[in-house]
Nanobody, 124 residues
Framework: QVQLVESGGGLVRAGDSLRLSCAAS????????MAWFRQAPGKEREFVAA????????TYTDSVKGRFTISRNNAKNTGYLQMNSLKPGDTAVYYC?????????????????WGQGTQVTVSS
C-alpha cells in the first residue's frame, strides 16, 4: 500500500510563506486524487484543498482561496501546498490524503491513505 510523508512545516510569522510537500512511496500516486487537510488542537480535521489525478482540477476551502495553491508532480510522486500570506488561524497539523476519485473531495472519511502530518505554526 502506498505510504505518504509530509514535510515543510515550521514556525513562521503572519504574512510569511511555506511550501508543504507530500511524498508518496510509489508510482500509484498518479492514480489517486490528492488533498490537504488540517487539524488544530481540539478541532475536527478540516478540508483545505484537493487536486485531481492529472492536476487539471483543483478545489479549495474559502478561507484559503487566493493564498494557497495545491499542485502535484506525478513524475516525482509528490504533491505540494504553497501557502502564502499565512495567518495565525492557519496554525494546525497539515495532512495529505489520497482517494480514488476527485468528487466529494472535502469529506475526510473518503480518503484511504494519510501521512503522519507536519506542524505549521503561525505567530502574530
Amino acid at each position: 500500500q502506498v505510504q505518504l510523508v509530509e514535510s515543510g512545516g515550521g514556525l513562521v510569522r503572519a504574512g510569511d510563506s511555506l511550501r508543504l510537500s507530500c511524498a508518496a512511496s510509489d508510482r500509484t500516486f498518479s492514480t489517486y486524487s490528492m488533498a490537504w487537510f488540517r487539524q488544530a488542537p481540539g478541532k475536527e480535521r478540516e478540508f483545505v484543498a484537493a487536486i485531481s489525478r492529472s492536476g487539471v482540477s483543483t478545489t479549495y476551502t474559502d478561507s484559503v482561496k487566493g493564498r494557497f495553491t495545491i499542485s502535484r508532480n506525478n513524475a516525482k510522486n509528490t504533491g505540494y501546498l504553497q501557502m502564502n500570506s499565512l495567518k495565525p488561524g492557519d496554525t494546525a497539523v497539515y495532512y495529505c490524503g489520497l482517494k480514488s476519485v476527485f468528487r466529494d473531495s472535502s469529506v475526510p472519511d473518503q480518503y484511504h491513505t494519510w501521512g503522519q502530518g507536519t506542524q505549521v505554526t503561525v505567530s502574530s
